[in-house]
C-alpha cells in the first residue's frame, strides 16, 4: 500500500505522458520532468511550486513532510530501474507536468 504513494511508482509507466503535480492545492512551477529519476524529480517539484506555510506541508513524520521522506525511497527505487528509465526517456522523451 505505502508503493501507491511512492512517486517512483506514479511516473515509471511509458505510458505516463503528463502527471499533475500539486502540493495541497498548490501547484508546481515545473514544466516538465526527466524520466530518469523522475521519482525524485517529481518530489522536487513539488518544493518548487507556489508558496505556502510550513504548517500546510501535509502530513509529517517527526516533522519531516512525508514527501521529504518519499524523495529518499524515490532514490533506491529510481537508482533500481535506471536501466529502465534510461530506455524509456530516449523512447518517449520527459513528462510534461500539468
Not at 521519482?39 to 504548517?55: A, I, M, Q, T, V
Amino acid at each position: 500500500m505505502s508503493l501507491t504513494a511512492c512517486a517512483t511508482v506514479k511516473t515509471l509507466p511509458s505510458s505516463t505522458t503528463h502527471i499533475n503535480i500539486e502540493h495541497h492545492g498548490k501547484r508546481s512551477y515545473c514544466q516538465s520532468i526527466p524520466r530518469i529519476y523522475s521519482g525524485f524529480s517529481y518530489n522536487l517539484c513539488k518544493l518548487h511550486g507556489e508558496p505556502s506555510r510550513r504548517e500546510n506541508l501535509g502530513d509529517s513524520f517527526n516533522n519531516v513532510p512525508f514527501f521529504i521522506i518519499d524523495g529518499g525511497f524515490s532514490l533506491v527505487a529510481d537508482t533500481v530501474a535506471l536501466p529502465y528509465t534510461l530506455y524509456t526517456q530516449s523512447k518517449h522523451g520527459s513528462i510534461d507536468v500539468n
